[in-house]
């Protein structure tokens, strides 16, 4: 029997030296970066341009191949929970597509300042609307590989077919209301089951814009101006819960929850709404330019138009701008060649393949205006739509307000909890209520992680000085400087208003 | 005395067999023990992912008891046991389920060459007559043919392969991927579509109809019968713990914990019953029938003195099954005096299974029940029911036993041992449980209707980063098992060794 074991033993000592002497690192030649991004066929394109960009840019061994490999480390959008374990266990990936808060917030993250202007790959290289998504304390963490704004896509035929007005590209809450009303009730047989939407349903991520950019065009925003309290317990937000409730359940605007787990798959990119907004059962989806994708493999082309989303009656138009951003991490033991995959984010090569994939917005803006990107020419029922994408990205883009204080997932979760309340049918509790509910809940998550942290506190007492500050001066009808505010929203709702103090008045409290 | 030579020899063979040991030794110290000695110190310390980590030099403290008393303050933490327990209350069921399963499945089921042939031929009938529907534009029925050919199939396999064929089906769920079933399970509930209420609707509709033409006193004399029964069930848990407690076979703990059990479900009557004053009625004949049985367990004279443990986890059982079910009796009042203002209402809906935080819960646990009937627990019962000894049914049959009389005094006693593991077992992985189900089918929602401890304890520490809390939750809900189990050990065990 032992002789057996130790037979066994040899075999896996053997098994275990193959393995580690056929792992890709000891393989090649050249270092190995792993990037940590998202499940899509077109990474594999784009590792292949990284590979290509290096060797036209000079960044050559002496034999003239890539001074290194990018490998893939494909991770579900939705596993946050992968990369923080890797990070925090100092085993993450070289690049890691990432909630840059977040990460940064768990310190895992390298400062590209330098490198970035070096390398010209600077927040001046992509929408302004994401330097505070970018930048953190003064310091620059990360670069877009592709940038992120939700419209209505609006299926044209369908309205025409219908006699319906088509949803203009910009519209306030009466006019959605109207035309919404309209299109169910010309597309659903009276007394049957409702099949046709006016748009697919505000679950999820969905929800979360829907909301912040409900709020937002009221003037309200999740957090205050420094970001230290939540300011969700308000009628705003209440209102916002109110008519999200009644478009679903008084004018079946969008389906309930109930509805779409019966008419929806959900696998995929946006489920299966794209093939319901293809057949005609969605007039409108909510989602991103990178719809395309999909849109594009369906045999019959649609006739497509862009909306960007309702206002309030006279309210702030604004939509949430987002990036897939790239970063490196801090353990890494190529930082100099990781950050050299970020230059090539920024590069021509590699924003011509996201215009041409339709894969979101370019990170650097100057190639949403190019032909190629306005006009494709082998999609002619598309022109007009790209435009309204990077015109929504670069007039009403405002990043997301998160604080320093409070993950960025806690505070969606607990959101969504609070929507959820209102949503359910019949509701477990009034829009009011859930509104004060979703504020102490994130007051409380505040409180608690200041708790934790004395330097957090320290910081976090100095930025409440500042907001009794903006208070007192708003109250007095002044004039805020710009540099006081820390929340995004605030940043450019105080400038749109004029309550934003010219530049050169800036001064620090 | 042992020499030199065989000194060396049992220490070379000692030195061996640590040896053999060792890769398994070292296992269990990287991946269990150590990692459990972390986690416990874990749960004294502030350890928050975004202060301490490998890039963080925010110094590590020792909280002493806070990341405890935090969370017994936590309003989520007692919502989600709440959740955990509510979802545990699956678990009698599942229990009998499987013992049921087990019970079916221990018979002999093959059938003669007749009963096969005969089988074979009403499938082959039945099978043809579906496939003529099918061709002459039927579809609409797919899933009714769909289903009536499984059924089929069951029954001549089931028939020509006997009960083996039936075992491997039962258990089937069991080697099934979780997240396989939990996503087939999101679509079997889905709301509109789903074939869950597909069957539920069109006899909600006939209900309705009934409702309709039914004058609504009448109908809302359901409630009325359901809380009869109820109080029937009480008045009989009530006695049989009295009649346990004069012959010795009950001590004080187990009559007042029983007592506390049975009367549960009138005390928070007023919570679910529409009219306030029945709640108030129920309240005051409960606190008759309580006063009722004080004076009579003071005054009746005892035939024996039992200690004050005695029959305690044999009382836990009973008066929990008679709990569940008073419960599901007030349910059921409730619901039936509501029936014709919900019919005017809009009808009687089928339920929108796991987007309604009424019904998410049911829905995960009668998923659970249906995944509990065919597990482990229903081999552990097969394995038992094997070893009872056939004796001891032939003497209850020449004492004129009945089925049920032999189920009762033979092979439920018989069974105890198994009973007593399968309760403790299931009591911890239902404590600990429930964290894929809900990641996978509701997210923990909606608006956390669902959330289990173990998904608190996921979300807490991978979603805000604080460990040290994580690791308290997780602890507390190492002690609630432990308590648990060390109850069922004490007086479970009690009751099998009797």
Not at chain 2, 387 to 397: F, H, I
Request: glycine share 10%; proline share 5%.
């Amino acid at each position: 029997m032992k002789y057996l074991f130790l037979i066994a033993l040899i075999v896996l000592l053997a098994a275990g030296v193959a393995t580690v002497m056929t792992e890709p690192d000891l393989r090649s030649e050249v270092p190995v970066i792993y990037w940590a991004t998202d499940l899509s066929s077109a990474r594999f394109r784009q590792v292949d341009l990284f590979h290509q960009w290096l060797v036209d840019e000079g960044h050559t061994t002496p034999e003239g191949k890539p001074i290194v490999e990018l490998r893939l480390d494909l991770i579900g959008r939705a596993d946050n929970s992968k990369k923080l374990i890797q990070s925090v266990a100092g085993v993450a990936s070289d690049v890691m597509d990432c909630s840059i808060g977040q990460m940064h917030a768990l310190g895992v993250l390298e400062d590209l300042t330098d490198e970035a202007r070096t390398l010209g790959f600077d927040p001046s290289n992509t929408y302004t609307a994401l330097e505070t998504e970018l930048v953190k304390d003064g310091r620059q963490y990360g670069f877009p590989c592709n940038v992120s704004i939700i419209c209505f896509w609006v299926n044209a035929e369908r309205f025409e077919e219908l006699g319906v007005e088509t949803p203009p590209a910009e519209w306030d809450y009466e006019t959605f209301e109207r035309i919404g009303r309209d299109f169910v009730s010309k597309a659903n047989v009276p007394g049957e089951r409702q099949t046709v939407f006016f748009c697919d349903s505000a679950t999820g991520w969905r929800a979360y814009v829907f909301l912040v950019n409900m709020i937002r065009s009221q003037g309200l925003s999740v957090f205050n101006e420094t970001m230290t309290r939540c300011t969700l317990d308000d009628g705003r937000f209440a209102d916002s819960l109110t008519r999200l409730r009644q478009w679903v359940y008084e004018d079946h605007l969008m389906p309930s929850a109930a509805e779409e787990a019966s008419i929806s798959g959900e696998s995929g990119f946006s489920g299966a709404s794209l093939s319901l907004f293809h057949t005609g059962r969605y007039g409108m989806i909510f989602n991103g330019r990178w719809s395309l994708i999909r849109l594009r493999e369906f045999d019959r082309p649609m006739q497509l138009g862009v909306s960007h989303f309702p206002t309030s009656p006279g309210g702030f138009p604004n939509n949430l701008i987002g990036a897939r951003a790239a970063a490196v991490y801090k353990g890494s033991e190529h930082k100099d060649l990781a950050a050299l995959f970020l230059s090539f984010l920024a590069s021509e090569s590699y924003n011509i393949q996201v215009v041409e994939s339709a894969d979101a917005l370019p990170p650097n803006p100057a190639f949403a205006d190019i032909e190629a990107y306005r006009h494709p020419p082998e999609y002619p029922n598309e022109w007009g739509t790209h435009q309204a994408f990077s015109d929504a990205a670069l007039q009403q883009g405002i990043a997301n307000d998160e604080s320093p204080f409070v993950s960025v997932v806690t505070v969606a979760r607990l959101i969504s909890d609070g929507r959820d309340k209102v949503m359910t049918d019949p509701p477990m509790a009034s829009a009011e209520a859930a509104a004060a509910g979703v504020a102490m809940s994130i007051n409380d998550e505040i409180a608690l992680s200041l708790q934790a942290s004395p330097i957090r506190s320290e910081s976090y007492r100095s930025m409440c000085e500042t907001q009794d500050l903006i208070d007192a001066r708003r109250a007095r009808g002044e004039k805020v400087p710009l540099s006081w505010i820390a929340n995004p929203f605030h940043r450019r709702y105080y400038i749109e208003m004029g309550w934003a103090e010219a530049p050169g008045k800036d001064a620090k409290p | 005395m042992k020499t030199v030579g065989s000194r060396k020899r049992v220490r070379r063979e000692m030195a061996v067999g640590l040896l053999f040991l060792l890769p398994n030794i070292i296992g269990f110290l990287s991946f269990i023990f150590i990692p459990l000695v972390l986690s416990l110190m874990l749960a004294f310390s502030n350890w928050d992912l975004q202060l301490h980590n490998m890039f963080r030099e925010e110094p590590l403290s020792f909280v002493g008891l806070s990341n405890f008393t935090r969370l017994l303050s936590e309003s989520d933490f007692w919502r989600y046991l709440g959740n955990t327990l509510f979802l545990m209350m699956a678990i009698p069921f599942g229990i009998a389920g499987s013992l049921l399963a087990a019970i079916l499945l221990s018979m002999d089921l093959r059938g003669g060459a007749t009963r096969t042939w005969v089988f074979m031929l009403l499938g082959s009938v039945f099978v043809s007559g579906v496939g003529i529907l099918a061709m002459l534009g039927m579809g609409v029925a797919a899933m009714t043919l769909l289903i009536g050919g499984v059924v089929c199939l069951i029954l001549i396999g089931g028939v020509a392969g006997g009960s083996t064929v039936y075992r491997t089906l039962f258990y089937m769920p069991h080697f099934t991927a979780g997240v396989a079933t939990y996503i087939l399970w999101k679509k079997l509930y889905s709301p509109h579509t789903g074939p869950i209420n597909a069957v539920l609707r069109p006899g909600l509709e006939r209900i309705g109809d009934g409702v309709n033409a039914t004058p609504p006193g009448l109908v809302q004399l359901g409630m009325w019968v359901a809380l009869i029964l109820m109080l029937g069930l009480l008045v009989f848990g009530l006695a049989r713990l009295q009649t346990w407690w004069r012959n010795g076979d009950l001590g004080w703990l187990g009559l007042v914990i029983g007592a506390l059990f049975l009367t549960l479900p009138a005390i928070v009557s007023y919570r679910w019953l529409p009219v306030s004053v029945v709640g108030i009625g129920l309240l005051v004949l409960v606190t008759a029938l309580l006063v009722w049985l004080i004076v009579r367990v003071i005054w009746t004279d005892r035939f024996f003195i039992a200690p004050t443990g005695e029959g305690l986890g044999g009382t836990l059982i009973f008066s929990t099954v008679l709990m569940v079910g008073q419960f599901v009796l007030l349910g059921l009042g409730a619901v039936v005096y509501n029936l014709p203002v919900m019919v005017i209402d809009g009808g009687l809906e089928p339920p929108n299974w796991l987007s309604d935080p009424s019904w998410a819960k049911p829905a995960l646990m009668i998923m659970a029940l249906w995944a509990a009937i065919g597990s482990n627990n229903m081999l552990l019962y097969l394995a038992g029911l094997s070893n009872v000894p056939a004796e001891l049914y032939e003497a209850a049959s020449i004492d004129g036993a009945g089925l049920f009389a032999k189920f009762w005094h033979v092979t439920w006693p018989q069974l105890a041992p198994v009973t007593f593991f399968i309760v403790v077992m299931s009591m911890i992985y239902g404590l600990q449980g429930g964290f894929e189900m809900a990641r996978t089918m509701t997210q923990g929602g909606p608006a956390g209707a669902t959330t289990t401890l173990s998904y608190y304890v996921y979300t807490e520490g991978f979603e805000t980063g604080r460990l040290g809390y994580a690791a308290a939750v997780t602890w507390t809900l190492f002690a609630l098992v432990f308590v648990i189990t060390m109850f069922n050990w004490k007086f479970g065990n009690r009751f099998v060794n009797d």
